[in-house]
């Protein structure tokens, strides 16, 4: 979708180094999500924002943070990547329903 | 807890035949549901919802059912296309919540 651009879109990280995966809407939504997608487990929640500053945790949060300083940017960072955090992570908005970004396949190794 | 249950992780269909894909919740909470569909490598998109004082919707091709005394929803497909071959996530909300929830999707291969 045109309103949501994630950053990279691909990358390969050293397990230990930090990485931040960015979310940027031209949509002007409130709500915006992180969720990370993996074989078996479906979409799972990470973090969600509902508002600039205004942030909470979702069922996956542990070994990750989120920042919004703007409406339209959403930041997800991984303090200490791991191979665990190996996925496909997708930035979603919600207005009708959610629309998502076309994701970052992040691999660690 | 898993609170939205896709049982079937995968699904394959002859062309023109139906599709069904099937959803499962427990929280009785839930008052809308969304079903989405996802091509690789590209992020899922908004197929067709339900709401919960409905217990059919149709949008062309595709019907969704909901039963909610079973908790129980389906996605039917009619006639299916290889174009449709995806994974199909179904997704369901709280009125008062902040988020959806999300099952772990059905891949569905439709064979012409």
């Known amino acids: 979708d045109a309103g949501i651009t994630q950053s990279p879109r691909h990358k390969v990280t050293e397990t230990g180094t930090p990485v931040t995966l960015r979310c940027h809407q031209t949509?002007?939504?409130?709500?915006m999500y992180w969720y990370r997608q993996d074989p078996g487990h479906g979409l799972r929640l990470i973090h969600y924002?509902?508002?600039?500053?205004?942030?909470d945790k979702g069922e996956v949060s542990d070994g990750y943070s989120v920042s919004r300083s703007k409406t339209e940017d959403f930041l997800l960072t991984l303090e200490s990547a791991t191979s665990s955090q190996t996925s496909v992570y997708f930035c979603?908005?919600?207005?009708?329903?959610?629309?998502f970004g076309s994701g970052t396949r992040l691999t660690v190794v | 807890d898993q609170q939205v249950k896709q049982n079937s992780p995968s699904l394959s269909v002859q062309e023109g035949r139906i599709s069904i894909l099937n959803c499962d919740y427990t929280?009785?909470?839930?008052?809308?549901f969304l079903w989405y569909k996802k091509y690789p490598a590209e992020g899922p998109t908004f197929l067709i919802s339900?709401?919960?004082?409905?217990d059919k919707n149709e949008d062309g091709r595709f019907t969704v059912f909901l039963n909610k005394s079973a908790k129980h929803l389906s996605l039917h497909i009619v006639p299916s296309q290889p174009g449709d071959s995806a994974v199909y996530f179904c997704?369901?909300?709280?009125?008062?919540?902040?988020?959806?929830?999300f099952g772990t999707g059905t891949s569905l291969t439709v064979i012409p």
């Open positions: 929280n009785s909470m839930f008052d809308y």
């Open positions: 979603a908005t919600r207005g009708f329903g959610y629309t």
């Open positions: 949509e002007n939504h409130r709500y």
């Open positions: 924002s509902y508002g600039v500053k205004d942030t």
């Open positions: 339900i709401s919960s004082i409905k």
């Open positions: 997704a369901a909300h709280v009125n008062t919540g902040n988020q959806f929830y």
